[in-house]
């Protein structure tokens, strides 16, 4: 285009504010609860604690630098920014090179935006920002090269007027872009399911229950282990278990938990899982367990939770040290802010700790919530969790006799029976003769029970699981 007299650097800047622009949005809308993740999991602090070790270990440079970056993931428009930034930096540090290397640099710009596929397709996995790093620091360190080298006497390369032409000016940029928008949105499946795990982590850990069972429609819960479990523990604190539990596809008791997994997601979903069934002890546990998978041995959500943690027991001490820590980072300062008055709050109280009667027994599943509902026998909650996960067990025989504990608490003046327990119970009626006179067990279940063994008895099981495909009955059968 031989009337196309923009100056190099104007066209640079158009490129530049095109590519952050881009970047910064795809992160931003489709990746908004993967960088509060990356945020969460990563760990900065002022304190010499981290910079002795980066001195033992030199290596460690570019793995503290990226630290510093990640905790302003904390905000993610500013996270966004900050990966889009990485790319656009690649993108002018390629461009001042071409300028210095060709004669006539306007028309072949586009040169500037050949790395950025390149850079794209692995900059999601990028957990640290080490490979971010490296890259800019690379290609400012080669650009510092060809400027040294040109700045005596300016090289005339030159190049054919076939790509100096407006289509390709145009075109070449955009397909570069497009390319880099596929590897971060398409290419690879797993950043959809880090983003999904990553707004169920976020969700949970804000008590926002309803929206995870919006999020999580049975039929998907029954093909993925994590959305499973989440699914469960939102229908439990939504006080929907006892009615819903087999819709979502739950094999055995052990499916309400993690057991063995060291993965972030496992045990930070096992931390939300024990805070909901107040065993504070646990979730230091668990909180402990998970620091050991980050990159410094500790991350901000961690330090978070123990806070708040801390603050529930009453342990200022404790709560305290770890605010300390975290008032050290560059961007938690307001949230430490927020949480001095409830620490102040505590300063004369004596720490919970102490509880009477039998130590609460962490084992299996059924084991712990059998530990807990002794200990709180009046709370619905951990009475569905006890009585689902037994009827997970397909155990009829002791779901009978934990049945008929729990009821004198919960159901001893004639209250509606939920529909799981209901559909336990006609099972085991013609072995217990009285249970029907016993308890309130609907018409309308009396009336599906009678259906289904009729279907059972005539050899016809798959007809009838398919008429109660959410059953205990198909459940067991």
Same mark, same amino acid.
């Given at each position: 285009m031989k009337g196309f007299k923009l100056h190099p650097w104007l066209i640079l800047g158009i490129q530049a504010l095109f590519l952050f622009t881009g970047v910064w949005l795809i992160w931003y809308v489709f990746y908004y609860y993967s960088l509060l993740w990356l945020e969460g999991y990563s760990y900065f602090t002022s304190l010499p604690d981290l910079k002795s070790v980066l001195a033992l270990f030199p290596d460690d440079l570019f793995k503290y630098v990226g630290a510093y970056f990640l905790q302003f993931f904390y905000k993610p428009a500013l996270g966004a920014a900050i990966q889009a930034? /990485?790319?656009? +930096?690649?993108?002018?540090?390629?461009?001042?090179?071409?300028?210095?290397?060709?004669?006539?640099?306007?028309?072949?710009? +586009?040169?500037? /935006?050949?790395?950025?596929?390149f850079y794209m397709f692995g900059q999601f996995w990028d957990l640290s920002l080490e490979r971010s790093i490296i890259w800019c620091l690379s290609v400012f360190l080669l650009m510092c090269i060809v400027w040294i080298v040109t700045i005596g006497k300016r090289l005339t390369?030159?190049?054919?007027?076939? /790509?100096?032409?407006?289509?390709?000016?145009?075109?070449?940029?955009?397909?570069a872009f497009s390319l880099s928008a596929y590897f971060l949105l398409g290419y690879d499946k797993g950043n959809k399911n880090q983003e999904m795990f990553g707004k169920l982590e976020y969700l949970g850990d804000h008590q926002q229950w309803e929206e995870i069972l919006k999020l999580i429609p049975p039929q998907e819960a029954q093909q993925n282990e994590l959305k499973r479990r989440y699914a469960l523990l939102a229908l439990s604190e939504t006080g929907r278990l006892s009615e819903q539990i087999f819709r979502y596809g739950i094999t055995n008791p052990r499916e309400f938990l993690f057991f063995n997994r060291e993965e972030p997601f496992c045990r930070n979903f096992n931390t939300l899982f024990y805070r909901s069934i107040n065993l504070p002890n646990e979730v230091i546990h668990q909180c402990y367990q998970l620091g050991i998978q980050s990159s410094f041995g500790f991350s901000f959500s961690v330090l978070r939770r123990l806070v708040d943690t801390y603050i529930e027991l009453k342990d200022y001490a404790l709560a305290k040290k770890y605010l300390d820590i975290l008032s050290h980072s560059s961007f938690q300062k307001k949230w430490v802010e927020g949480h001095l008055p409830k620490l102040e709050s505590i300063k004369d109280m004596t720490p919970s700790y102490t509880m009477e009667g039998a130590p609460f027994t962490i084992g299996t599943f059924l084991e712990t919530m059998s530990s807990v509902y002794d200990r709180y026998p009046d709370n619905r909650k951990y009475a569905d969790l006890l009585l689902c996960g037994i009827l997970a067990d397909k155990n009829g025989n002791s779901f009978y006799q934990v049945f008929k504990i729990i009821a004198q608490h919960l159901y001893a003046n004639g209250e509606r029976i939920p529909r799981y327990y209901e559909e336990a119970l006609l099972l085991i009626s013609p072995h217990e003769k009285d249970i029907l006179e016993k308890y309130n067990i609907s018409k309308d279940s009396q009336e599906r029970y009678n259906v289904f063994m009729q279907l059972v008895k005539t050899g016809r099981i798959n007809v009838a699981k398919r008429k109660y495909p959410d059953s205990f009955w198909s459940y067991i059968y």
């Amino acid at each position: 285009m031989k009337g196309f007299k923009l100056h190099p650097w104007l066209i640079l800047g158009i490129q530049a504010l095109f590519l952050f622009t881009g970047v910064w949005l795809i992160w931003y809308v489709f990746y908004y609860y993967s960088l509060l993740w990356l945020e969460g999991y990563s760990y900065f602090t002022s304190l010499p604690d981290l910079k002795s070790v980066l001195a033992l270990f030199p290596d460690d440079l570019f793995k503290y630098v990226g630290a510093y970056f990640l905790q302003f993931f904390y905000k993610p428009a500013l996270g966004a920014a900050i990966q889009a930034g /990485f790319a656009t +930096w690649i993108m002018l540090c390629t461009g001042m090179m071409v300028m210095r290397l060709f004669k006539t640099s306007s028309g072949i710009l +586009w040169l500037s /935006f050949i790395p950025i596929p390149f850079y794209m397709f692995g900059q999601f996995w990028d957990l640290s920002l080490e490979r971010s790093i490296i890259w800019c620091l690379s290609v400012f360190l080669l650009m510092c090269i060809v400027w040294i080298v040109t700045i005596g006497k300016r090289l005339t390369i030159s190049m054919n007027n076939c /790509f100096q032409h407006y289509l390709v000016m145009i075109l070449i940029p955009i397909l570069a872009f497009s390319l880099s928008a596929y590897f971060l949105l398409g290419y690879d499946k797993g950043n959809k399911n880090q983003e999904m795990f990553g707004k169920l982590e976020y969700l949970g850990d804000h008590q926002q229950w309803e929206e995870i069972l919006k999020l999580i429609p049975p039929q998907e819960a029954q093909q993925n282990e994590l959305k499973r479990r989440y699914a469960l523990l939102a229908l439990s604190e939504t006080g929907r278990l006892s009615e819903q539990i087999f819709r979502y596809g739950i094999t055995n008791p052990r499916e309400f938990l993690f057991f063995n997994r060291e993965e972030p997601f496992c045990r930070n979903f096992n931390t939300l899982f024990y805070r909901s069934i107040n065993l504070p002890n646990e979730v230091i546990h668990q909180c402990y367990q998970l620091g050991i998978q980050s990159s410094f041995g500790f991350s901000f959500s961690v330090l978070r939770r123990l806070v708040d943690t801390y603050i529930e027991l009453k342990d200022y001490a404790l709560a305290k040290k770890y605010l300390d820590i975290l008032s050290h980072s560059s961007f938690q300062k307001k949230w430490v802010e927020g949480h001095l008055p409830k620490l102040e709050s505590i300063k004369d109280m004596t720490p919970s700790y102490t509880m009477e009667g039998a130590p609460f027994t962490i084992g299996t599943f059924l084991e712990t919530m059998s530990s807990v509902y002794d200990r709180y026998p009046d709370n619905r909650k951990y009475a569905d969790l006890l009585l689902c996960g037994i009827l997970a067990d397909k155990n009829g025989n002791s779901f009978y006799q934990v049945f008929k504990i729990i009821a004198q608490h919960l159901y001893a003046n004639g209250e509606r029976i939920p529909r799981y327990y209901e559909e336990a119970l006609l099972l085991i009626s013609p072995h217990e003769k009285d249970i029907l006179e016993k308890y309130n067990i609907s018409k309308d279940s009396q009336e599906r029970y009678n259906v289904f063994m009729q279907l059972v008895k005539t050899g016809r099981i798959n007809v009838a699981k398919r008429k109660y495909p959410d059953s205990f009955w198909s459940y067991i059968y």
